[in-house]
């Protein structure tokens, strides 16, 4: 084997995560990616300066495959590879849903399986990834994943039973924060603020509100009240949002997510 990781497709993630380990100091000779599209593989080779190879190469050459491609794609895949698998690689799997028993059971067996759950931020060496052991894996294997995600930011541990809600809070939550942000600036806009100025207040708003949940480590609740004074304008918008159930809607909303993950493990 002659490169230490492969990364297998070259969506979003899959290169987020290439460009993450190289900014993060490894070398582009210990890495691949794999591509089918050659306009697509020529732009990885010219950007990252990596070998572009195909799925059965990488899990020839690599010491360590982390497989990401959508759900539905997952078990072509594993067909594709399993038979280049050796027991003594490492698979990391970052398909949503996706169970390491369902890896396992479609790869050699003593295959070491970690299951990852990362998200967008991660563009940005902001991602929160969440890991699970398979059932050959080890402290050594989980090592390795936390040492590949940790390029492209934050790695928690968790038992695999819980990554469906994990999906529904980490995986999927950039999207809520997203779709509040769109409604924050659009009141602006209603309000007569030109659309430029309401995405530079509401942006900033949202990166320096976290900042503030990180650096100081107060609850949410504290920091909330702290910014809501008795009879004022905050308060005034709160019971708005209580009124509405925003509340319970973001608790559906986040029950749904993690319902359609289940699905997917079932599907």
């Known amino acids: 084997m002659t490169a230490k990781v492969a990364v297998l497709g070259a969506g979003v993630m899959g290169e987020t995560l290439l460009s993450g380990l190289i ?14 599209r050659e306009e697509r593989a020529a732009e990885l080779r010219e950007r990252y300066g990596v070998d572009v190879v195909t799925n059965v190469e990488a899990a020839k050459r690599a010491e360590t495959l982390v497989l990401v491609v959508k759900p539905q794609d997952m078990s072509d895949l594993l067909g594709e590879i399993a038979p280049a698998v050796q027991p003594s690689q490492t698979v990391i799997s970052l398909a949503a849903g996706i169970t390491t028993t369902f890896v396992e059971s479609r790869l050699p ?6 299951r990852v759950m990362p998200n967008t931020p991660a563009l940005v060496d902001e991602g929160m990834a969440a890991i699970s052991r398979g059932a050959h894996c080890d402290e050594r294997h989980l090592e390795l994943a936390e040492s590949l995600l940790a390029a492209t930011g934050r790695v928690v541990r968790v038992p695999e039973k819980q990554q469906d809600a994990v999906t529904a809070i980490s995986g999927s939550g950039p999207a809520y924060l997203f779709f509040v942000v769109e409604a924050m600036i659009e009141a602006g806009v209603h309000m007569g ?6 995405t530079d207040l509401v942006v ?5 509100s976290a900042k503030l949940l990180r650096e100081t480590g107060e609850h949410p609740t504290v920091l909330r009240e702290r910014v809501t004074s008795p009879g004022g304008t905050t308060a005034a918008a709160v019971r708005e949002l209580e009124d509405h159930k925003v509340r319970a809607a973001f608790l559906s909303a986040i029950e749904a997510a993690r319902n359609r993950s289940r699905a997917l493990a079932a599907e």
């Open 23 to 36: 900014r993060a100091g490894r070398r582009p000779e210990d890495l691949l990616i794999t591509e089918r």
């Open 109 to 114: 067996e003593g295959v070491a399986v970690v």
């Open 193 to 198: 603020l030109p659309r430029g100025t309401a």
């Open 204 to 208: 900033q708003t949202v990166v320096g």
